[in-house]
């Protein structure tokens, strides 16, 4: 199994698990797409690391369409909620909004219709036509007034509506198919359509029964509405600031977090003894490398080439001259190199590979004695 990784936001990635991500976030090119992966898989490995940091424990809940949410899902949300909060927007502010636009505010215009559907008796052409035959003499009898539309709903329409009259209850514009709502707009209200309609359910006798006008909503029935869409937007706007800090202190250490090729999270990246004897962590390091500092990385894998060796056996080899020659002074440095960096372990492997990679400065003997 392939051990390559990348880093997205301080959190190493492992290429298998970002491949798996990718299929969530379609559009857009491979770039952004790859992008877009692991941003999502490294702030929900940030948020996680926070919920553990401090000490919440999931508690799913339901959604709308009641189905439950993963303890992962109810361990991100704990997070947000308890680290994000708004103040609740006051009445001034929300009439604010209200007298920019009351228009903003009014309920949507609303019809009440009836129908009686003639359904064709087959799917040729002689069907089709049959039915708006009969769809047509229909219009006829009411035309006539020898009968109600309710009545002859009730005897004619292959609509379940034809029960109850052929009411079609009370709608909203978009509610039905355009070809059967254009019409049913153009009527005045009472009036039945002087033609059939067909649409894909087949042909309709139409008439609109009553026209509800939209009216701009009160101040004090829309107040409520706008308080709830002003805390809705300033939340959002908080989240995405809280999301945007953590994963920038993530970054500014180098590699905070790591995740398993099963997606669990694990602190930190590595130590000194895991670059020196695990052949998984030195394969990582050029994606922490690129993360941390990308011209150390560029100038780490030239070396690497022109040693005709891998970044891995460049880097362990680095570390295990380092390990062997080096003086009581440049231990002595890197370990103050530790001891003041957010990620210990990559910031002595920076300093090694700088001090292999730049060559030592020549030593020059000004005076040269002759002996006598």
């Given amino acids: 199994m392939s051990l390559r990784a990348v880093v997205f936001d301080g959190v190493e990635i492992p290429e298998a698990l970002l491949a798996q991500e990718l299929q969530n976030h379609p559009g857009g090119s491979a770039a952004e797409a790859r992008a877009a992966a692991g941003h999502a898989l490294a702030i929900r490995a940030l948020l996680l690391q926070r919920a553990r940091h401090l000490g919440l424990t999931p508690e799913p809940e339901l959604d709308e369409q009641g189905r439950e949410e993963t303890p992962e899902e109810a361990l991100v949300r704990a997070v947000l909620d308890a680290e994000v909060a708004v103040a609740v927007p006051t009445d001034p502010e929300c009439r604010r909004v209200y007298d920019a636009d009351p228009e903003r505010f009014r309920t949507p215009a609303l019809y009440e219709a009836s129908h009686i559907l003639v359904e064709p008796r087959g799917g040729d052409e002689a069907a089709l036509a049959g039915a708006h035959a009969n769809a047509a003499r229909l219009i006829g009898i ?10 002859l709903a009730r005897d004619a329409s292959d609509c379940p509506s034809g029960a109850v009259g052929g009411s079609l209850g009370q709608l909203r514009p978009g509610d039905l198919v355009p070809e059967v709502e254009d019409v049913l707009l153009a009527l005045l209200p009472g009036e039945t359509a002087s033609a059939p309609v067909l649409s894909r359910f087949g042909w309709h006798v139409l008439r609109l029964d009553r026209r509800i006008e939209g009216r701009v909503l009160p101040f004090e029935l829309a107040g409520e509405r706008i308080r709830l869409h002003l805390e809705s937007r ?42 020196l004897s695990d052949r998984g962590a030195a394969e990582r390091l050029e994606a922490w490398l690129d993360a941390v500092d990308p011209d150390l990385a560029g100038r780490v894998r030239q070396a690497a080439a022109a040693s005709a060796a891998t970044v891995a056996d460049f880097v362990q080899a680095a570390m295990a001259e380092f390990v062997a020659d080096a003086s009581d002074e ?6 103050s190199t530790a001891r003041d960096a957010e990620d210990p372990a990559l910031a002595c492997l920076a300093q090694v590979l700088r001090s292999k990679l730049t060559p030592a400065k020549p030593v020059f003997t000004l005076i040269r004695r002759v002996p006598a």
């Fill in 330 to 335: 440049r231990w002595t440095k890197l370990i």
């Fill in 234 to 275: 300033a939340w959002a706007a908080a989240a995405t600031r809280y999301v945007a800090e953590l994963a920038a202190a993530a970054r500014a250490r180098g590699v905070a977090l790591t995740l398993t090729p099963d997606g669990a999270v694990r602190d930190g990246s590595a130590t000194l003894g895991d670059l």
């Fill in 142 to 151: 009411l035309d006539a007034g020898t009968c109600t539309f309710g009545e």
